[in-house]
């Protein structure tokens, strides 16, 4: 198959066009004109087209002649000096490129979006059919799950072929954002304090989010259908007990309440405004309501329909400490 594909210097995508170069499968990246990463997806044996998602055209142009569209391309921040950015990428960018889609005639499209966008559901863990939340915690879940909103209505309304995967948490070697941060921070004693010791997350391994996108992919008979990734349930003082016997680092000594985490939040998001740079230690209002509220996901449907069988985070951890000790 020919797969156009977005997002594909990113993290997951970066992982997912490693694995496809292993394929028989042709790829076509859309890839921003100012991105060092061209050249390292060429030697991957992948089409480089030039543009960005909020540039219909010029995903149009990309997409021309494929048979599958693979969209990773989001805004994953907790805290930006214009939120605006986040609606331009994760709402408008995910509806130019469903719209598309729709007009290559692609026979399938595979939308990475985030467990997030469910919010705190009342099952617990809950699933793909779980009824979501009334609330998204921070700007980054919120368009998400506005984009979210308009892929499902293209599929009801214009027939979009489209599958849908959730990731949880994720974790790996490489990881230039949130949870690859935090676990740097850990490993560089550059937190003073812990916080929200007892709040659970659902993780999952790079390589298992990848391999679930291709999965997902090359089923038959499952458009319209969810796929949630990730396994383990574990708690951020779990977490740092891990990262602190692997590494042989000793964790921060000192334990922030929840109370005070959220005030010192609020000041530090609001000193991040005046100033335009980003709070210190991620302690954004955005980042420290997902840590507090965290979820708890049941990803086992990826187990019984794709054949997944999920690497331990125990395994991830170990990849993250020593590509950062390299």
Not at 11 to 24: A, D, N
Not at 25 to 52: F, P, Q
Not at 96 to 107: F, G, L, Q, R, W
Not at 264 to 292: C, E, H, Y
Request: charged fraction near 25%; hydrophobic fraction near 40%; aromatic fraction near 10%.
């Amino acid at each position: 198959m020919k797969i156009f594909v977005t997002g594909a210097t990113g993290f997951i995508g970066s992982y997912l066009i490693e694995r496809l170069s292993q394929t028989k499968h042709e790829l076509y990246c859309l890839v921003r004109n100012s991105s060092s990463h061209s050249e390292k997806i060429k030697k991957l044996g992948a089409t480089v087209a030039i543009g960005d998602v909020t540039d219909k055209a010029s995903v149009l142009n990309g997409m021309r002649g494929c048979d599958w569209v693979f969209h990773l391309a989001g805004l994953y921040s907790f805290w930006e000096p214009n939120n605006r950015v986040f609606t331009d990428v994760n709402v408008d960018g995910t509806r130019n490129v469903m719209e598309c889609a729709i007009e290559t005639k692609v026979s399938k499209v595979v939308h990475v979006s985030t467990v997030g966008v469910y919010g705190k559901p009342a099952d617990n863990p809950y699933t793909e059919k779980s009824d979501v939340g009334p609330v998204r915690f921070s700007e980054y879940f919120r368009t998400k799950y506005e984009g979210d909103l308009s892929v499902w209505n293209l599929h009801k309304e214009k027939g979009l072929p489209v599958v849908v995967v959730y990731p949880c948490s994720v974790i790996g070697a490489g990881d230039p954002k949130a949870s690859g941060q935090y676990i740097e921070n850990l490993l560089y004693r550059r937190l003073p304090a812990t916080v929200f010791s007892d709040a659970v997350l659902t993780f999952v391994h790079v390589k298992d989010v990848a391999e679930i996108i291709i999965r997902a992919a090359e089923k038959q008979n499952n458009i319209g259908e969810k796929y949630f990734a990730g396994k383990e349930r574990l708690s951020f003082r779990k977490l740092n007990q891990m990262v602190g016997e692997m590494s042989g680092v000793p964790l921060p000594k000192l334990r922030l309440p929840d109370s005070l985490t959220m005030i010192n939040a609020v000041l530090f998001t609001a000193l991040a405004g005046v100033i335009k740079k980003p709070p210190p230690w991620g302690m954004s209002l955005d980042q420290m309501r997902v840590m507090r509220e965290g979820f708890r996901v049941d990803g086992s449907k990826a187990e019984r329909e794709l054949g997944i069988t999920y690497i331990p985070i125990r395994t991830a951890l170990e990849e993250t400490i020593a590509s950062y000790k390299e």
